[in-house]
């Protein structure tokens, strides 16, 4: 993966995955480290699954035997001296937790979060997504589909194209992709 | 600089297209982007993005693309399938942003499969 926002995305499709009705994603950056959660309040695993879901050897998927999505981003994680942390309650929800030393040479840029997270709104399988950004010294940026549909009302779909682009525009807008001099 | 509160504008502007969408559903194209780990690493989300980008473009409203999981086929990512009623499934692989548009153009506007991204032999 080349960009964190990547990660960001492949591990959110696992919440989807675990029919979570609500998804949050938070990205959080001060000078010394960028950390990503995603919380959602899907399925959950049990305790024995969840000792082993770093395996690249466990996955949750049937047309093949390998799941690479958690082992990478731990690994990145590790790599970027930063650490990893995963929380799970069967039938309660999930939290994965991932943080990486904001000036590693080995850190990926975070990259286009927008896009990640509009790729997400535009098939919400039926779930809420909160996106929370929040810059050490900026005023937070949270995005909430609950909120934009209210906004829209009823006739207009939040999948709507022109709505999801102009959500991708908001969101470039209104975050900022460095701190203290490092670009995110 | 824009503000949730600025959808509105496209709210009032599209409420007026509303009822050709509605009676469309029955013909409804789906386009599904394969987006697992296999998917995203091999460059699914610009496909994605701008398989959007081209739907709003074009205005195509009985158009829907969508997520799913792995496809089976890793190394042939990113793959995108097309869904039109009636008709067999076209499954495109190793597609990337120009291949997209070019979906969107020949096989969804103009209806012609594009026989080049579809499996080969080799793969």
Redesign the interface.
Request: net charge negative; charged share 30%; glycine share 6%.
């Given at each position: 993966?080349r960009e964190l926002s990547?990660n960001i995305?492949?591990i959110a499709?696992n919440s989807f995955?675990a029919e979570a009705t609500e998804i949050e994603i938070v990205v959080k950056a001060d000078a010394n480290f960028l950390t990503i959660s995603v919380i959602d309040n899907g399925v959950g695993m049990d305790e024995e699954f969840l000792k082993r879901v770093t395996d690249p050897f466990t996955t949750s998927?049937t047309?093949?035997k390998v799941?690479?999505?958690i082992p990478?981003i731990k690994m990145q994680a590790e790599l970027c001296e930063g650490s990893f942390d995963i929380q799970s309650t069967k039938w309660v929800g999930t939290t994965l937790t991932a943080s990486f030393k904001t000036n590693h040479i080995d850190r990926p840029p975070l990259g286009?979060i927008a896009?990640?997270i509009?790729?997400l709104i535009?098939?919400l399988k039926g779930a809420e997504l909160t996106f929370r950004y929040e810059l050490e010294g900026e005023e937070p940026f949270v995005?909430s589909t609950k909120?934009?549909k209210e906004?829209?009302?009823d006739?207009?779909p939040i999948?709507?194209?022109?709505?999801?682009?102009?959500i991708?525009?908001?969101i470039k807008?209104?975050i900022k992709l460095s701190i203290g001099g490092f670009s995110l | 600089?824009?503000?949730?509160?600025?959808?509105?504008a496209?709210?009032d502007k599209?409420?007026s297209e509303?009822i050709l969408r509605d009676s469309d559903e029955t013909n409804e194209i789906r386009v599904v982007v394969g987006?697992?780990?296999?998917g995203?690493?091999a460059g699914a989300?610009?496909v994605?993005?701008t398989l959007?980008?081209e739907?709003?473009k074009r205005k195509l409203t009985n158009v829907?693309?969508?997520?799913t999981?792995?496809?089976?086929m890793?190394k042939l990512e990113p793959i995108v399938e097309v869904f039109v009623p009636n008709q067999e499934k076209v499954t495109y692989v190793h597609v990337n942003s120009e291949k997209a548009m070019d979906i969107i153009v020949n096989h969804i506007v103009n209806g012609n499969v594009c026989k080049d991204y579809l499996i080969k032999d080799e793969d």
């Open positions: 993966m990547l995305l492949d499709e995955k998927r047309t093949r799941g690479m999505g990478l286009d896009e990640t509009v790729s535009a098939d995005l909120e934009v906004e829209l009302g006739t207009i999948d709507t194209p022109d709505v999801l682009i102009f991708k525009d908001l807008e209104n | 600089m824009k503000s949730i509160a600025d959808i509105k496209i709210r599209m409420q509303i987006m697992a780990t296999c995203i690493s989300r610009p994605f993005n959007i980008d739907v709003a829907k693309v969508t997520r999981g792995c496809l089976g890793c």
